[in-house]
């Protein structure tokens, strides 16, 4: 199978989504979490968000457009701040709120329908598999997790759910799909712990293990998808089109900028998992801030901050180098920098765990159940 993308790609100056942080409080102290302001309630006011508004409301215009409000935990920043944030944006923006769950009540369902709001929740499989996940005081966290799950099941609030594996192997992928099958999520996504932020955990894994982890949840969702699989199902997409000789049209001929819009304000672009963080070469990574430039300029000038300028080049070389770019589209650029310190680099362990055997393992599903001729 040919997986080469010839495509050149730039960054586009119109995003799909914006991510933004309305507060760096989490109340959980989640072993593997990047971010590095978690125990400090910096909000973000709401002049940010208004300021953000103004250029969202033209990208809404051109099309579907989602406001992302991503941790610390979005809930603690509290109902009424929450709600001041949302109030600049108009009725054409969709909100997302990715949440641990622990503090969902009623009051937060009432909440929730009354703004449309679309709920993910981070939980990674049986109480067995939540260790990593525990409170400021240190203890598990699972129970204040599901609580509010059911919480949300009682008020008829669908969700999608994020879960973490920090052990791709084969024996993981059928429990942790029959698990949320029962839980009860519309959607799936699976994220391999990454080497990113304040997390200095190695992420590299046996090569075959973690093939053979993606294949068995392929064969689990085939056995019964009433869930929708983010990763297997942009990989069938993804397979059927290469089959169709139509692959080269899947990726966008521009990269999505993902504008992360920190409590202060400031931009980073293309990864929320850069924001915060400074280096001696790249500055803060910002683009600028909101407060003082309209989101729309900040995109129209990305190509100017130097860090994005090296990352396109190892875009590029990705694009030259690895038969997996149709697919892929390049690695991320905060794994690209917490694996290896710089942008122009190619292969990091992320894409490996998450995209190359995730696409083997898709593969080898599909040759080991091909239909016996008669």
Not at 17 to 25: E, G
Not at 275 to 295: C, E, I, K, M, Q
Not at 358 to 365: C, Q, R
Request: aromatic fraction near 10%; hydrophobic fraction near 40%; charged fraction near 20%.
């Amino acid at each position: 199978m040919t997986m080469v993308w010839t495509g050149m790609r730039g960054i586009s100056a119109v995003p799909s989504y914006v991510v933004m942080q309305p507060t760096t409080l989490c109340n959980l102290d989640c072993s593997y979490c990047y971010l590095p302001f978690r125990s400090t309630d910096h909000r973000m006011p709401v002049e940010v968000a208004a300021a953000v508004a103004e250029s969202a409301e033209a990208y809404a215009r051109a099309g579907r457009f989602s406001v992302v409000w991503h941790g610390g935990e979005p809930l603690a920043a509290g109902r009424d701040h929450l709600a001041a944030l949302f109030a600049p944006f108009g009725p054409g923006i969709e909100h997302h709120v990715q949440t641990n769950a622990t503090l969902i009540d009623d009051a937060w369902c009432e909440f929730f329908a009354e703004h449309d709001v679309r709920v993910s929740v981070s939980v990674d499989g049986p109480a067995e598999r939540n260790g990593e996940r525990l409170t400021r005081a240190g203890r598990p966290a699972y129970d204040r997790i599901i609580r509010g799950v059911g919480v949300l099941r009682r008020h008829g609030i669908p969700f999608s759910a994020l879960c973490v594996v920090g052990d791709p192997r084969p024996g993981v992928a059928d429990d942790l799909y029959a698990y949320f099958l029962d839980l009860g999520c519309e959607v799936l996504g699976i994220n391999v712990e990454e080497l990113e932020g304040v997390n200095t955990r190695t992420n590299g894994h046996a090569a075959a293990e973690v093939t053979a982890f993606w294949s068995e949840l392929v064969a689990a969702w085939r056995r019964d998808p009433r869930i929708h699989l983010r990763e297997v199902e942009w990989s069938l997409r993804y397979v059927a089109a290469v089959l169709d000789d139509t692959a080269d049209e899947l990726l966008p001929r521009s990269l999505d900028p993902i504008p992360t819009v920190a409590h202060d304000g400031s931009v980073v672009l293309l990864s929320p998992e850069l924001a915060g963080f400074h280096d001696p070469r790249y500055g803060d990574f910002a683009s600028g801030n909101v407060l003082s430039t309209p989101l729309a300029e900040i995109l129209a000038g990305a190509a100017e901050t130097p860090w994005i300028a090296e990352f396109v080049r190892g875009v590029e070389a990705c694009r030259a180098t690895c038969p997996y770019f149709g697919f892929c589209g390049g690695a991320h650029a905060a794994n690209r920098y917490f694996e290896h310190g710089r942008f122009d680099v190619t292969e990091t362990d992320h894409c490996r765990n998450s995209k190359i055997r995730l696409l083997e393992g898709v593969l080898d599903h599909a040759r080991d159940h091909q239909p016996t001729a008669v």
